[in-house]
């Protein structure tokens, strides 16, 4: 029997119908998570990733293939899945406990949710911030706002869509630990959509590299970093290096691939 | 607020007092003729003795009454019509053209036939500012729902919310700011169009009162008219101002 919360991703195809015909944007994706892996995947913008990741989330239908959560198919959204999206996307006229509380699964007790809000205001570090609206928080303290009211929900997945992507390097790494921290603790399937190689390799168990037009997967790199996840180790400069290598051909001028992006 | 700013609209007080004196100092020596342009002196005893007497109470009372009536209604049923529209896009598309037709009518040239159709009483004036109320809240409403985050209504679908929850956490709060704009619109023209209604086809209100001392040559009571529609249009506005600030309270917080 399939575990509860482990993830199948078999033979996705994306197509969208533009004026100029229909685009290819998947090409038979397959991906399998083990409950409570980590896997991120990552590539250049247009390869594709976030459609695949809202595929998951049953944000949008597939063209072909299908996604099973726990054994059971995707259909439209359900509450198995929390998704944290790029942009915080909290209500600007709710408090941080108004927000967090927005994610509570429907129909939940009051005092029960009282208690789960209580009890993420501290896992994200937000006491004393209760009352505080989006506008009077920092960038990344709306970022833990957003991650508290997606672990609301008992998500059985969480997938995120490039979450950090808008913060700035330092606030970065910080949300990166505290990600870590919450997925080693409540060992959520976790799936990380990123074009920030370092962060792939930080976090994933598994990098998956897409490429585009159309969006297949390139490669996959399992990951094994020492305890301490170093971003400095060798170890970690190895994979980046393969990374790197896999997408570009070579590790040197790096400037002639972006700069058109 | 910056301390030039305070600076400058103290000067801005003190502009209007500086007229003011100007006025009454040009009007005692002959400089104006007050035929024309009634001292301020004048116009403060011409208002005296008609709040003494009670009429020009009893003639804002009127015309508050009309107001308040054709205004909630019309803005009402603005505020309504824009919800439904904008969130029914077959609706909008089966009433955009007649809607379209019927905006760019002065609601001034309907008011014979409104006087035809619901009589010269105050069927007629509450129509003429229902219909002047309507179009500023409908169309800031409408635009206020076209304007609301699409990021925000996805979130709600990708938390399950229900169409009822949704509109109601995010998409009422988004739209109200624009809501609010357009009630702001309409009180101002619903303040004018009563007047007007008052000075056509009328025994009473403040309209009545301007017009009926131009009849009488009262210089002094035109302008106390004119004054007190400007006091009671300013209150309005500022009371829906800090209505706005205070229901839209997320919305102050940014500036």
């Known amino acids: ?261 | 607020m910056s301390k030039k700013h305070k600076i400058l609209s103290v000067c801005g007080v003190l502009l209007i007092i500086l007229i003011i004196l100007y006025w009454q100092i040009g009007s005692e020596r002959g400089w104006i003729n007050s035929i024309l342009l009634s001292s301020p002196s004048d116009i403060a005893a011409s208002f005296r003795s008609l709040w003494g007497s009670g009429s020009l109470q009893k003639h804002i009372l009127v015309s508050f009454k009309r107001v308040m009536i054709g205004y909630v209604s019309g803005a009402g049923l603005g505020i309504m019509f824009g919800f439904i529209l904008s969130t029914m896009p077959s609706l909008e598309k089966l009433f955009s053209f007649s809607l379209a037709i019927i905006r760019p009518i002065p609601a001034l040239a309907l008011f014979p036939l409104f006087i035809l159709w619901f009589g010269i009483g105050e069927g007629s004036k509450i129509m003429v500012i229902a219909f002047m109320s309507f179009w500023p809240t409908f169309l800031n409403t409408e635009e206020g729902v076209r304007q609301a985050d699409k990021n925000l209504l996805e979130l709600a679908d990708a938390l399950q919310k229900g169409r009822v929850t949704k509109m109601a956490t995010v998409l009422l709060p988004s739209t109200l700011p624009y809501i609010f704009a357009g009630l702001r619109l309409a009180i101002s023209r619903a303040w004018g169009g009563v007047v007007v209604a008052e000075m056509l086809a009328a025994s009473s209100g403040i309209g009545f009162l301007i017009e009926y001392s131009r009849d009488m040559s009262q210089t002094a009571t035109m302008f106390t008219g004119v004054i007190t529609i400007a006091i009671i249009g300013f209150t309005a506005d500022l009371l829906l101002r800090i209505l706005q600030d205070r229901i839209c309270y997320w919305h102050t917080e940014v500036k």
């Open chain 1, 1 to 261: 029997m399939a575990g509860m919360n482990e993830v199948n991703i078999s033979h996705i195809r994306q197509d969208f119908l533009m004026p100029t015909g229909g685009l290819e944007v998947l090409r038979d994706i397959n991906i399998d998570l083990r409950g409570g892996e980590f896997v991120s995947i990552v590539g250049e913008s247009g390869c594709g990733k976030s459609t695949l990741l809202r595929i998951i989330a049953g944000l949008d239908k597939p063209t072909d293939g299908e996604v099973l959560i726990g054994g059971e198919k995707v259909n439209g959204v359900s509450s198995k899945v929390g998704i944290l999206f790029q942009e915080s996307r909290l209500l600007p006229w709710y408090s941080t406990e108004k927000n967090i509380s927005y994610g509570l699964p429907r129909g939940m007790d009051r005092n029960e949710g009282r208690e789960r809000v209580r009890s993420l205001i501290d896992t994200v570090g937000l006491n004393g911030f209760e009352k505080a609206l989006p506008s009077q928080l920092s960038g990344g303290m709306q970022k833990r706002v957003a991650i508290a009211r997606t672990l609301a929900g008992h998500p059985k997945v969480l997938l995120l869509d490039e979450p950090f992507a808008a913060l700035d390097a330092f606030t970065k790494m910080n949300m990166q630990d505290e990600i870590l921290r919450i997925w080693e603790r409540e060992k959520i399937t976790t799936l990380l959509v990123t074009h920030d190689i370092d962060e792939a390799i930080y976090l994933g168990e598994r990098v998956v590299m897409m490429s585009p037009k159309p969006g297949v997967i390139k490669k996959v790199i399992p990951i094994d970093l020492p305890e301490d996840h170093s971003r400095t180790s060798d170890e970690f400069d190895a994979y980046r290096r393969e990374i790197f290598k896999e997408f570009f051909g070579s590790d040197k001028r790096m400037s002639q691939w972006f700069s058109d992006d």
